[in-house]
């Protein structure tokens, strides 16, 4: 984990395959291995950040990240933003 992209492996279909998300300009990406990275946000809206933070286990707590972005849109001529932000934590 760095600030600007998550990478990691998920089995899928039994194949081990690596996801990275970043920001890419306004948008926020998935790449899958080596293919073309595609765009989850649609063109109606703007990421205007994308950060992750990592969360080492400690305590008995497991390892976990937690992801923030803003996304802009128009609504009736004028601009709305909303931040998000979740966390998650791998399983045992």
Do not use: C, E, M, W
């Not at 205007?48 to 609504?75: M, R």
């Amino acid at each position: 984990v760095n600030p600007s992209t998550l990478v990691t492996t998920k089995s899928i279909s039994g194949t081990p395959t690596q996801l990275t998300f970043a920001k890419n300009g306004s948008n926020i990406t998935l790449q899958r291995d080596s293919s073309s990275a595609t765009v989850l946000n649609s063109s109606n809206f703007l990421a205007t950040s994308l950060l992750f933070t990592d969360i080492p286990a400690s305590g008995g707590s497991p390892h976990g990240v937690t992801t923030g972005f803003t996304l802009i849109t128009n609504q009736n001529g004028r601009a709305s933003s909303q931040d998000f932000s979740f966390t998650k934590y791998l399983r045992r």
